[in-house]
T-cell receptor
Framework: SQQGEEDPQALSIQEGENATMNCSYKTSINNLQWYRQNSGRGLVHLILIRSNEREKHSGRLRVTLDTSKKSSSLLITASRAADTASYFCATDGNNRLAFGKGNQVVVIP | TAGITQAPTSQILAAGRSMTLRCTQDMRHNAMYWYRQDLGLGLRLIHYSNTAGTTGKGEVPDGYSVSRANTDDFPLTLASAVPSQTSVYFC??????????????FGPGTRLTVL
């Protein structure tokens, strides 16, 4: 069933600014993952955070997880035009992923 | 390395006709998945397979069938297509079981229009 729910749905920012996306879910999870989808392409895995972790970094990406609130956030720092894409959170609760509806991010050069 | 390939890239299909979407991976992943992506609904799981010879139903399995005769191939069949099956279909795979997480690798998608 669909668990992840991203907020906001669409974001337009200037190059160099930070972009933050949120995701909430309903049931217990093993981990939460974020994926990126460029227009007309398949999804690409960005970062995973386990249920016992609170924060994780990978390059310009920072993801947080609050299991008490059942929510996660993805921060992209110093955004670039190439970051223009849709971003999806996905929860892994029974070894199958449940994806949110996605955030569309447009980075204006 | 090709990763995951899907065929065809796109297809227009008359309602009532059957069609098989092909998916092949070369990563020797044991698990494979089929999703459909519709505007405003995100990705929804149709069917999955945790290992060759086994399959399972996802969130929206009706009207679709799958088979997993070997590790590499996971075809999705629409026996009698209906317009509501117009969507973009993604195949994915993962190395389920060998680690404690389930990162999935996606194919490029098949855009299907049923008229």
């Amino acid at each position: 069933s669909q668990q992840g729910e991203e907020d906001p749905q669409a974001l337009s920012i200037q190059e160099g600014e930070n972009a933050t996306m949120n995701c909430s879910y309903k049931t217990s999870i093993n981990n939460l993952q974020w994926y990126r989808q460029n227009s007309g392409r398949g999804l690409v895995h960005l970062i995973l955070i386990r249920s016992n972790e609170r924060e994780k970094h990978s390059g310009r990406l920072r993801v947080t997880l609050d299991t008490s609130k059942k929510s996660s956030s993805l921060l992209i720092t110093a955004s670039r035009a190439a970051d223009t894409a849709s971003y999806f959170c996905a929860t892994d609760g029974n070894n199958r992923l449940a994806f949110g509806k996605g955030n569309q991010v447009v980075v204006i050069p | 390395t090709a990763g995951i390939t899907q065929a065809p890239t796109s297809q227009i299909l008359a309602a009532g006709r059957s069609m098989t979407l092909r998916c092949t991976q070369d990563m020797r992943h044991n698990a494979m998945y089929w999703y459909r992506q519709d505007l405003g609904l995100g990705l929804r799981l149709i069917h999955y397979s945790n290992t060759a010879g086994t399959t399972g139903k996802g969130e929206v399995p009706d009207g679709y069938s799958v088979s997993r005769a070997n590790t590499d191939d996971f075809p999705l069949t629409l026996a009698s297509a209906v317009p509501s099956q117009t969507s973009v279909y993604f195949c994915a795979s993962s190395d389920f079981g060998s680690s404690d997480y389930n990162e999935q690798f996606f194919g490029p998608g098949t855009r299907l229009t049923v008229l």
